[in-house]
């Protein structure tokens, strides 16, 4: 599963949420590199309790992208780097959320910046 999300997508969100600095701690206490809340974290664990840890792990970038991966694969409708990134901010229903799309343009520059073939890919990673 690990593999099958572009590794592109992970740096521009961690370039975009905190600079890529595992360390950031936000305004609403999210942590790491990636900004996860705790209850974003708690929401990826009950979805794939096999991942196990604490919240506090999330400031590893490795773990954090389990985590995320966990989430979506709990939330997303689809594998569109749009989709998983707003969802990434904005919740469950944040690629619906009128308020993700500033959220999307950031990560979409980041995107073209690392890797412009990316952007409109759809991965089919569902099973």
């Known amino acids: 599963m690990y593999k099958k999300y572009p590794r592109q ?5 961690r370039i975009v949420e905190s600079g890529d600095d595992p360390t950031a701690v936000g305004e609403n206490g999210e942590i790491g590199a990636y900004q996860i809340t705790a209850a974003y974290w708690v929401d990826a664990t009950e979805h794939a309790p096999e991942l196990g840890g604490s919240y506090s792990h999330v400031t ?3 773990y954090a992208e389990w985590i995320m991966i966990a ?5 997303a409708p689809n594998t569109k780097l749009e989709t998983l990134a707003r969802i990434h901010n904005g919740g469950p229903s944040g690629h619906l959320k009128e308020s993700t799309k500033g959220y999307w343009k950031k990560v979409f520059a980041e ?3 690392i890797d412009p073939g990316l952007v409109h890919a759809d991965f089919n990673i569902r099973h």
């Open 9 to 13: 997508l992970f740096q521009a969100i």
């Open 60 to 62: 590893d970038p490795w």
């Open 71 to 75: 989430y979506w694969e709990r939330h």
């Open 111 to 113: 995107l073209e910046s």
